[in-house]
């Protein structure tokens, strides 16, 4: 359980028993729990305000996967219209891919989730838990926050509306993941196990077809999406290089000076038209390009310039 949750706990059994001691007239020790009462609701009020807290009330005190994939999830349809957006899913896809908490713990939540043509559903999530690799709470925690930070780094929606059967769904899944089966938890295992089976029977039984990217669908789409960046990205390098590799040294100042009026002249189109909460940032562009001048390093100016080409290429998006 969440601090918070314990502290306003704690401050309302205070708060009981200090309007009982009033109700008996014993105002000094109404008064003295009282005081104590709002010390604790004091402390649940900044552990709520705290960016931990925010981060709690939103994904769970262990971080739970299956919510902070879920909010990726719902970002996804959007982010597929512009090159930027597909470079994030293919990003976050990598992440998850490449950390061995957040792999499994994918396989984990996709499994269960989106279990189809099972024949003995209890038999299923019964022998599936016996398989499913638990983590220590600390190391889950540690590798989902990696998950949220990538999540909030990209500026992607994370108040997104997710059923409350789907978060039920989620914590029994995370149950079995953070907790070995042994004699003391039995039957918080045997009630995690019943909501999961309760998801995939009620799936089967409406014929409920999510209209989500299953792993293998998930996987496909992002090599797709990378062999399409890639192709782009490279011809668009084959360009820039070519520019600076066939032309005469004489000339290669005018290449330069050519993607740099070109990216200027876009940033200034950007300026004009942006919000004003927006001008400031596309101001600290501008100047950053404006200072990029020519140099004897030809590195250097096909860096520069590669970056000028990706600034004009987001802003034409």
Same mark, same amino acid.
């Given at each position: 359980?969440?601090? *918070?949750?314990?502290?306003?706990?704690?401050?309302?059994?205070?708060?009981?028993?200090?309007?009982?001691?009033?109700?008996?007239?014993?105002?000094?020790?109404?008064?003295?729990?009282?005081?104590?009462?709002?010390?604790?609701?004091?402390?649940?009020?900044?552990?709520?305000?705290?960016?931990?807290?925010?981060?709690?009330?939103?994904?769970?005190?262990?971080?739970?996967?299956?919510?902070?994939?879920?909010?990726?999830?719902?970002?996804?349809?959007?982010?597929?219209?512009?090159?930027?957006?597909?470079?994030?899913?293919?990003?976050?896809?990598?992440?998850?891919?490449?950390?061995?908490?957040?792999?499994?713990?994918?396989?984990?939540?996709?499994?269960?989730?989106?279990?189809?043509?099972?024949?003995?559903?209890?038999?299923?999530?019964?022998?599936?838990?016996? @398989?499913?690799?638990?983590?220590?709470?600390? @190391?889950?925690?540690?590798?989902?926050?990696?998950?949220?930070? *990538?999540?909030?780094?990209?500026?992607?929606?994370?108040?997104?509306?997710?059923?409350?059967?789907?978060?039920?769904?989620?914590?029994?899944?995370?149950?079995?993941?953070?907790?070995?089966?042994?004699?003391?938890?039995?039957?918080?295992?045997?009630?995690?196990?019943?909501?999961?089976?309760?998801?995939?029977?009620?799936?089967?039984?409406?014929?409920?077809?999510?209209?989500?990217?299953?792993?293998?669908? *998930?996987?496909?789409?992002?090599?797709?999406?990378?062999?399409? &960046?890639?192709?782009? &990205?490279?011809?668009?390098?084959?360009?820039?290089?070519?520019?600076?590799?066939?032309?005469?040294?004489?000339?290669?100042?005018?290449?330069?000076?050519?993607?740099?009026?070109?990216?200027?002249?876009? &940033?200034?189109?950007?300026?004009?038209?942006?919000?004003?909460?927006?001008?400031?940032?596309?101001?600290?562009?501008?100047?950053?390009?404006?200072?990029?001048? *020519?140099?004897?390093?030809?590195?250097?100016?096909?860096?520069?310039?590669?970056?000028?080409?990706?600034?004009?290429?987001?802003?034409?998006?």
């Amino acid at each position: 359980m969440a601090d *918070f949750n314990v502290n306003s706990e704690k401050g309302s059994v205070l708060m009981q028993q200090a309007l009982k001691k009033y109700a008996k007239g014993d105002f000094e020790g109404g008064d003295k729990d009282r005081a104590e009462a709002n010390r604790y609701y004091d402390l649940a009020s900044a552990e709520i305000n705290s960016e931990a807290g925010k981060i709690t009330q939103l994904y769970g005190e262990s971080r739970n996967f299956g919510i902070i994939y879920n909010v990726f999830e719902q970002n996804i349809e959007n982010l597929w219209g512009t090159k930027e957006g597909k470079k994030i899913i293919k990003e976050c896809y990598n992440l998850i891919k490449s950390n061995k908490v957040l792999n499994e713990q994918f396989k984990i939540y996709d499994m269960f989730e989106k279990a189809q043509n099972v024949d003995d559903v209890k038999d299923f999530v019964n022998e599936a838990s016996n @398989i499913v690799k638990t983590f220590d709470k600390k @190391i889950v925690m540690e590798n989902n926050e990696k998950l949220i930070k *990538f999540i909030r780094d990209k500026k992607l929606d994370e108040y997104v509306d997710i059923p409350e059967e789907t978060e039920n769904l989620y914590e029994a899944i995370e149950y079995i993941v953070l907790n070995k089966k042994t004699y003391d938890n039995v039957n918080d295992f045997v009630k995690a196990q019943n909501v999961i089976t309760e998801h995939i029977v009620k799936n089967q039984k409406n014929n409920i077809v999510e209209n989500k990217i299953t792993s293998v669908e *998930f996987e496909d789409k992002i090599e797709e999406v990378e062999n399409e &960046i890639n192709e782009k &990205i490279n011809q668009e390098e084959k360009t820039l290089l070519d520019s600076f590799l066939t032309t005469k040294k004489q000339n290669k100042k005018e290449v330069f000076e050519s993607y740099k009026k070109k990216t200027l002249r876009k &940033i200034k189109e950007m300026i004009e038209n942006s919000e004003d909460s927006d001008k400031a940032q596309w101001d600290k562009i501008y100047e950053n390009v404006s200072s990029k001048n *020519f140099s004897e390093s030809m590195s250097e100016n096909i860096t520069n310039c590669a970056e000028m080409m990706e600034i004009c290429s987001t802003i034409d998006e």
